[in-house]
């Protein structure tokens, strides 16, 4: 068993900041206090002078090797290196229900993309797409895997959009054996009939993107959502929060002791509709859903994340090419793929623009990528936290390193950056994965076999009723 002992750092909890050091031990961390080198001769010491310790983001929105036409733009190969060399050690992926599909078979379709081909390790969610009662009876056994988030589309429609039907009886069941349904809230069957409007008009054009799903189509979906978890008295989770709207209907169900709990996405902080309007089909590269809002929207987010109303941010990475993807929809701007990228930038841009600009404080930022990510999504506190026993995912950020975001420079596989030209300040510099150091001086150095799959605990002591003996994973 290998020992490090990280010294001189100075760590940063949800709650607070403070000066000690980490006994490594293996995988795990061992201990945390000073002289911790006592009666150890040899150990390795990894000096942090000068560095704050974080645990490793967790990013609990993933869309890694979602099929999409023509080259692969989001490889767990590249995306997970840039992933880690970004402070990042844990994804939570979407496994996929294709139509006909088992959730069994999905979860281990997913499996197989990720098995020796990742750098950090990962958990599932299961997005259902294709509801029957033989589907019903394997959510039980999903948990049982590990797979304990099921997410269902309300936009989407002819594709992976569900009916409330369906939200209902996943609410239900999931509920009885403590999982989490998180839901994409947009009203798909309106949007459907905005795109046509626009289209037969001849509005062709990105921006048309935005105006076809205004805020006001995913405030009701939220709402519509969370009154059915009302009836099923479940918990859920909305993600990619992008406004004020859809943030006040997860305050006011809060507020009635509701189990509603809230994400955004770093682009709904620090991009706007704007980018949407870029000349020569660059606003393409913008289209993602929901569509980025207003400038205003952007206060208000943080005012949702600052009073507890949102409590996770996750960065939706689901990063396609423009040239070759995007491009589809020059002439339509419905067949744009949907979906940006962040995963390799967002702790420094949510650093250099939320903590540094006053927006919230580092605790806070540790809180919201890494600590709540991993509470929601059953992996806490093996993940998502510095403590005693915890695996040992430890970032060394250094508040000094300053870089220009760029395409040309990226780790990320596609052919441009959602930040692009953004000028950041603090980085991850040294980053940890289970006790080995995968990323030293900013260059990844692990292998693409040290990533693994990591179980997600249900909430609750439901798990213990599920009666099945399949346990397996690959
Ligand atoms: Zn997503």
Redesign the pocket.
């Known amino acids: 068993m290998t020992y490090k002992i990280i010294k001189n750092g100075c760590i940063v909890t949800p709650t607070h900041q403070y000066n000690a050091d980490i006994l490594i031990k293996g995988e795990k961390i061992k201990a945390i206090g000073d002289n911790l080198e006592r009666n150890r001769p040899g150990v390795e010491m990894v000096d942090a002078t000068g560095l704050y310790v974080l645990p490793g983001a967790v990013d609990e929105?993933?869309?890694m090797s979602m099929p999409s036409p023509g080259t692969h733009s989001m490889p767990w190969e590249t995306e997970t290196v840039a992933a880690a060399v970004g402070g990042t050690t844990t994804i939570v992926d979407?496994a996929i229900q294709e139509k006909g599909q088992t959730l069994l078979e999905a979860i281990h379709t997913w499996q197989t993309k990720a098995h020796n081909n990742t750098a950090i390790d990962y958990s599932l969610h299961v997005a259902i797409t294709d509801l029957n009662d033989a589907v019903i009876d394997e959510i039980p056994l999903a948990v049982k895997k590990g797979v304990s988030t099921f997410?269902l589309f309300m936009a989407y429609k002819d594709d992976k959009m569900v009916d409330d039907a369906t939200l209902y009886r996943v609410l239900k069941k999931s509920k009885e054996v403590g999982g989490l349904v998180m839901v994409?809230a947009e009203n798909g069957d309106v949007i459907s009939v905005l795109q046509n409007e626009y289209m037969e008009s001849g509005k062709t054009e990105p921006i048309y993107h935005a105006v076809t799903r205004p805020i006001e189509i995913e405030a009701e979906a939220t709402r519509r959502a969370i009154a059915l978890a009302k009836i099923t008295e479940a918990p859920i989770f909305v993600?990619?929060v992008s406004g004020e709207e859809s943030a006040e209907e997860i305050r006011k169900a809060r507020l009635n002791g509701q189990a509603v709990y809230g994400e955004t996405c770093p682009h709904y902080l620090f991009l706007d509709e704007s980018y949407l309007q870029l000349p020569d089909f660059e606003g393409a590269k913008y289209v993602c859903s929901p569509p980025l809002r207003d400038k205003y929207h952007q206060e208000t987010l943080w005012k949702a994340i600052n009073a507890g109303t949102l409590q996770a941010i996750?960065t939706?990475h689901?990063s396609f090419n423009y040239h070759e993807q995007k491009y589809r929809g020059i002439n339509d701007f419905t067949k744009i793929p949907n979906?940006g990228n962040g995963i390799e930038n967002w702790v420094q841009m949510l650093y250099s623009f939320g903590v540094k600009k006053g927006k919230i404080s580092f605790e806070q930022l540790v809180e919201l990528i890494s600590a709540n990510p991993a509470k929601f999504m059953g992996l806490y506190p093996q993940k998502g936290t510095i403590t005693i026993g915890s695996d040992a995912d430890i970032v060394l950020f250094d508040p000094d390193i300053k870089q220009t975001i760029k395409a040309e420079t990226q780790l990320q596989a596609s052919d441009y950056n959602f930040y692009e030209g953004f000028d950041i300040e603090g980085s991850p510099r040294h980053v940890f994965l289970r006790g080995e150091l995968i990323v030293k001086d900013r260059k990844y150095i692990g292998n693409l076999q040290q990533g693994r799959f990591i179980k997600a605990e249900p909430y609750g002591a439901a798990y213990d009723s599920i009666t099945t003996d399949d346990r397996g994973v690959i």
């Open positions: 929105h993933t869309h979407f997410k994409h993600v990619h996750g939706d689901c979906g």
